[in-house]
């Protein structure tokens, strides 16, 4: 994944600006050296692969003297390398690369997003635990907590999930944690991995116990009044 971005990155077909601007601080870049570096990719782009100090001079606010220092700490720092490049007959020259620039930028870019996706996770799970306590109109228990922490942890079930069998429990008039458990073995069993998956499921479930129901009936016994996930 990495790679593809920052192939496409160095074939310019996404733009980056809106990209340097957002992350160079986290890049510990300041503002004259951002735009050392967008002049850089500027002059690539047109051609001129090995800008010269006068010429990036020229087009900023800082000496001939101070862009041939910031150059020399990109490069020491990563962010851009002087490579060789050797042309048709053979003539040997040297130009800018920028990918070492693109790399960083999109780890940092993987790097927000993984933080972004871990703060979501600590939501949602955050979430399943005041869905419960909502449902049980209690606080949950240390044990309570700990199975909570073992279905999201251990046993992998999404939380979404989780409080999907919360609310088959609630519907099937089984408010418990060995219920709810039972149900998501049943689901795990079954391959089932998403909320339409789990409502289909549950759906099914209850028209069977349903059928049952009316067989007893029938047969004039007395009739279940909810739906039992633990004699699955």
């Known amino acids: 994944m990495k790679s593809n971005i920052v192939a496409w990155l160095q074939e310019g077909n996404i733009t980056i600006p809106t990209m340097l601007f957002s992350e160079y601080r ?5 503002e004259t050296e951002l735009v050392l570096l967008l002049n850089i990719i500027t002059f690539i782009e047109k051609g001129n692969e090995f800008p010269t100090p006068e ?27 002087i490579m060789d490049q050797y042309s048709n007959e053979g003539i040997r020259f040297e130009k800018y690369s920028v990918k070492p620039l693109w790399e960083r930028l999109v780890d940092q870019f993987l790097l927000n997003s993984q933080v972004t996706r871990q703060l979501e996770q600590k939501t949602e799970e955050t979430d399943v635990y005041t869905c419960f306590e909502k449902e049980f109109g209690r606080p949950l228990s240390p044990f309570e907590c700990e199975s909570l922490g073992m279905w999201m942890d251990d046993d992998h079930h999404d939380p979404i999930i989780i409080k999907a069998a919360l609310r088959e429990a609630v519907m099937s008039g089984k408010l418990n944690f060995r219920y709810i458990d039972r149900i998501l073995f049943e689901w795990k069993k079954n391959g089932i991995k998403t909320i339409e998956q789990a409502k289909n499921h549950g759906r099914k479930f209850r028209q069977k116990q349903t059928e049952k129901t009316h067989t007893k009936n029938d047969d004039h016994q007395p ?10």
């Not at 009739?223 to 699955?232: D, K």
Request: overall charge negative; glycine content about 2%; aromatic content about 10%.
């Open 55 to 81: 010429e990036l001079s020229a087009r900023m606010t800082v000496s001939i003297a101070d862009c041939h220092d910031m150059l020399r700490r990109l490069i020491q720092r990563g962010f851009i390398e």
């Open 223 to 232: 009739s279940v009044p909810f739906y039992n996930w633990l004699e699955q």
């Open 26 to 30: 986290n890049l510990n870049l300041n």
